[in-house]
T-cell receptor, first 113, second 111 residues
Framework: DSGVTQTPKHLITATGQRVTLRCSPRSGDLSVYWYQQSLDQGLQFLIQYYNGEERAKGNILERFSAQQFPDLHSELNLSSLELGDSALYFC????????????FGQGTRLTVV | QQPVQSPQAVILREGEDAVINCSSSKALYSVHWYRQKHGEAPVFLMILLKGGEQKGHDKISASFNEKKQQSSLYLTASQLSYSGTYFCGTEEQGGSEKLVFGKGTKLTVNP
């Protein structure tokens, strides 16, 4: 158990819908990262938050948005869903200071039908 | 900038050695290595900071050549449990701690 909690574990929704994925980082970790992993693909970096502030952006679509709340949990919002958005979405957290181990949650498997 | 990993896949027999490479076109501050088993979350193996430091534990070690912006992961006397997909992640110098991963190298160890 990495200490990072992601909910829900599985999500099935229809095209055009909107969903919210939730991530609770390890206690004390200020950085939260979101990654998308499609079938047989690598981990695509989406976005990073540090203590409530957006720190870095990757290949995140305009239909996607995220935020980190004062209690440090983070949410990834995916809207106008398309079939191609079906993937495993991972959240990871790390302690402040950078260049430290990132702990991954078990992921949320999103299926868009 | 996504690092490039090679090879894409490796098949070994138990006890054989393997090397996985990771390279970047950007000046790097650190290289991270993770292993992911099918259906599971990636698990941390090690971090290498700029300075050419070599690290390792058990029979898995890694090196980082900061001049070439390359890192290599060495797996010696492979075990069945080494099977999985290995990802290198890189942080660029002067960056925001953004950790970008390569596409992964699938390692299969057979009896």
């Amino acid at each position: 158990d990495s200490g990072v909690t992601q909910t829900p574990k599985h999500l099935i929704t229809a095209t055009g819908q909107r969903v919210t994925l939730r991530c609770s980082p390890r206690s004390g970790d200020l950085s939260v990262y979101w990654y998308q992993q499609s079938l047989d693909q690598g981990l695509q970096f989406l976005i990073q938050y540090y203590n409530g502030e957006e720190r870095a952006k990757g290949n995140i679509l305009e239909r996607f948005s995220a935020q980190q709340f004062p209690d440090l949990h983070s949410e990834l919002n995916l809207s106008s869903l398309e079939l191609g958005d079906s993937a495993l979405y991972f959240c990871a957290s790390s302690v402040p200071g950078g260049s430290t181990e990132a702990f991954f949650g078990q992921g949320t498997r999103l299926t868009v039908v | 900038q996504q690092p490039v990993q090679s090879p894409q896949a490796v098949i070994l027999r138990e006890g054989e050695d393997a090397v996985i490479n990771c390279s970047s076109s950007k000046a790097l501050y650190s290289v991270h290595w993770y292993r992911q088993k099918h259906g599971e979350a990636p698990v941390f193996l090690m971090i290498l900071l700029k300075g050419g430091e070599q690290k390792g534990h058990d029979k898995i070690s890694a090196s980082f050549n900061e001049k070439k912006q390359q890192s290599s992961l060495y797996l010696t006397a492979s075990q069945l449990s080494y099977s999985g997909t290995y990802f290198c992640g890189t942080e660029e110098q002067g960056g925001s701690e953004k950790l970008v991963f390569g596409k992964g190298t699938k390692l299969t160890v057979n009896p």
